[in-house]
């Protein structure tokens, strides 16, 4: 499967922003989906995960309350719904899937998308 973010940008403090992962190339509702993010020389961290139905969801305690990750199987996308957003919260994001795994381990994933680039302002 192939997997396309985007709907990254500058955003000041407070902001929000909503990132989208489409998904081509396979079957979108037989995969588990996450969202990472890194920054330069940095290990990828993990920020929510969502199960192949959406009936399931997980997120980092950084990020729990502020950021909503959801689905649309129909339309092969996930989202990330980012609000109350801080400098802190500047990284390149990806978004990632895996037929079989739905946490927050990134090596446990087997595709990824490109990335998008979340910066903050203060």
């Known amino acids: 499967v192939q997997l396309q973010a985007s709907g990254g940008g500058l955003v000041q403090a407070g902001g929000s922003l909503k990132l989208s992962c489409a998904a081509s190339?396979?079957?979108?509702?037989?995969?588990?989906m996450g969202w990472f993010r890194q920054a330069p020389g940095k290990d990828r961290e993990f920020v929510a995960s969502?199960?192949?139905?959406?009936?399931?969801?997980w997120y980092a305690d950084s990020v729990k309350g502020r950021f909503t990750i959801s689905r649309d199987n129909d339309k092969n996308t996930v989202y990330l719904q980012m609000n109350a957003l801080k400098p802190e919260d500047t990284f390149v994001y990806y978004c990632?899937?895996?037929?079989?795994?739905?946490?927050?381990?990134?090596?446990?994933?087997?595709?990824w998308g490109q990335g998008t680039q979340v910066t903050v302002s203060s």
């Open positions: 969502i199960s192949w139905s959406g009936a399931s969801t």
């Open positions: 190339g396979g079957t979108f509702s037989d995969y588990n």
């Open positions: 990632a899937a895996d037929k079989y795994y739905s946490g927050s381990t990134s090596s446990r994933y087997a595709y």
